[in-house]
Structures are given as structure tokens and as C-alpha cells.
T-cell receptor, first 110, second 113 residues
Framework: SQKIEQNSEALNIQEGKTATLTCNYT??????LQWYRQDPGRGPVFLLL?????KEKRKERLKVTFDTTLKQSLFHITASQPADSATYLC?????????FGAGTRLTVKP | DGGITQSPKYLFRKEGQNVTLSCEQN?????MYWYRQDPGQGLRLIYY???????QKGDIAEGYSVSREKKESFPLTVTSAQKNPTAFYLC????????????FGEGSRLTVL
């Protein structure tokens, strides 16, 4: 069956450290993958898109990798801040339909 | 400012009632979507529309209906046939349907009493 799994439902880290979130997928062959941020009670906000032929993408303190062999994407936030606390969703392309993982709730403690 | 507006933010419904959630966008996007979000689950696609007067079922369309009479508007009706309608509903739009980021509204939380 097709699955998208994001590591641990919740991740707690100390301010200033690097947060690493994982998105693993099974039985999909996505042409691209996206990451979104969602704050409680609000709609998701797009952060980054990475295509299957790209290994890495960066935007300010954010970095995304995409390994189609491992069927995995890693999302890194460097120098994390309490304001980075939110739920992060990965979404992948399934023949132009976007399929979403359940998300990882990140808490950055001061 | 351009964006997507969903209303109402909160809605309570008695069992057996139909309710309609509004979604309006002024981004001039062709594609619009409705997702449902439940705790511990990924967003699930209910319906989507790529052009006016045309829409397709997503993975969980049963008990829902939509219309797309105008490019800007894509309302969702939750009918009494939907067995478990309590959820957070998200409307989104994109320029097209290929490799495009999704722009989401702020969501509508429906609670069935």
C-alpha cells in the first residue's frame, strides 16, 4: 500500500540547534516533493519544493534533501528559534495530486 | 492583498443538516482544492477543480458536493450523507496542477453536535 511517514509525531529541540525532520514514502514515484509549515488552527504555508533530479535545496535557514533511492526527504532548520515551533508537513506529487504526510510537530525551547 | 478566504472559521451543525463552506480566491488561479484534516492524519483530498464548471472527485468525495460557477469561488457542501463530518476543512488553490505550490486558506472547523 502507499504510505507517507513523517518521523515522530513530535520533536523537541533546544534553541540554536539544528532540527531534522524526516519524510519517508512507500509505493510512490514523485516527480517532486514539497514542505509546508502549519501553525495551530491555520492553513499550511508553502516553504520549499524539490524535484526528483535535485539532491538539495536551500532557502535561508532551511535545507531540504531528496533521495529517490532511499525514498526519503530530510528537512533541516539550522539555528532554530522558538518562532520555528510549528507542525511541518511533507507532500509529494502523485500524478499531479498532492499527497500529504501527517506532519511533525516541532517545538523549539528557549 | 491576494489570497484565499474561507468562511466561516467555525461552524456547528446538527446531525442531518447540510452545511456549505465558502472559499473565495483573488489570485487568478485556475485550480482549486478542498482538503479535510483530521488529527494524526495527512490532508485528504475531497474535490478539486481545474477550470470553471468542471470538477473531479478526490479520495474521500462521498457525502460532499461542490460547484465551480466562477473562477474565484469553490464552495463545499457537507451533506447529511457524510457519516463523520467533524473535521478541519482547508481550501487551496494553485496556478495550475503541475508542480505548483498550494496556497491555503485559514480553514473552517466544522463540529457536528
Amino acid at each position: 500500500s502507499q504510505k507517507i511517514e513523517q518521523n515522530s509525531e513530535a520533536l523537541n529541540i533546544q534553541e540554536g540547534k539544528t532540527a531534522t525532520l524526516t519524510c519517508n514514502y512507500t509505493n510512490y514515484s514523485p516527480a517532486y516533493l514539497q514542505w509546508y509549515r502549519q501553525d495551530p488552527g491555520r492553513g499550511p504555508v508553502f516553504l520549499l519544493l524539490i524535484r526528483e533530479n535535485e539532491k538539495e535545496k536551500r532557502k535561508e535557514r532551511l535545507k531540504v534533501t531528496f533521495d529517490t533511492t532511499l525514498k526519503q526527504s530530510l528537512f533541516h532548520i539550522t539555528a532554530s528559534q522558538p518562532a520555528d515551533s510549528a507542525t511541518y508537513l511533507c507532500a509529494l506529487d502523485d500524478n499531479n495530486d498532492m499527497r500529504f504526510g501527517a506532519g511533525t510537530r516541532l517545538t523549539v525551547k528557549p | 492583498d491576494g489570497g484565499i478566504t474561507q468562511s466561516p472559521k467555525y461552524l456547528f451543525r446538527k446531525e442531518g443538516q447540510n452545511v456549505t463552506l465558502s472559499c473565495e480566491q483573488n489570485l487568478n488561479h485556475d485550480a482549486m482544492y478542498w482538503y479535510r484534516q483530521d488529527p494524526g492524519q495527512g490532508l485528504r483530498l475531497i474535490y478539486y477543480s481545474q477550470i470553471v464548471n468542471d470538477f473531479q472527485k478526490g479520495d474521500i468525495a462521498e457525502g460532499y458536493s461542490v460547484s465551480r460557477e466562477k473562477k474565484e469561488s469553490f464552495p463545499l457542501t457537507v451533506t447529511s450523507a457524510q457519516k463523520n463530518p467533524t473535521a478541519f476543512y482547508l481550501c487551496a488553490s494553485s496556478i495550475g496542477t503541475s508542480a505548483g505550490e498550494l496556497f491555503f486558506g485559514e480553514g473552517s472547523r466544522l463540529t457536528v453536535l
